[in-house]
């Protein structure tokens, strides 16, 4: 059987590192992004994809 997931039921340190990724996935996908512009290679560009993937998902609260 499946279990409901409750994001407010994660402990204190879930919720914080939760937190912080949110504020911090952003600065990381617009980095990657001036990076993938200047050296574009196939590693950063999957990068940046994953980046902007994870940014989608705190947006539309996926996670």
């Known amino acids: 059987m499946k279990k409901n997931f409750n994001k407010y039921t994660f402990r204190s340190w879930g919720r914080n590192a939760i937190n912080a990724?949110?504020?911090l996935i952003l600065p990381f996908a617009v980095f990657q992004a001036i990076r993938?512009?200047?050296?574009?290679?196939?590693?950063d560009v999957l990068l940046l994809a994953i980046f902007i993937l994870i940014y989608l998902g705190f947006q539309y609260e996926w996670f």
Not at 36 to 43: A, D, E, V
Request: glycine share 0%; with cysteine.
């Open 21 to 23: 990724c949110k504020q």
């Open 36 to 43: 993938t512009i200047i050296f574009p290679t196939t590693f």
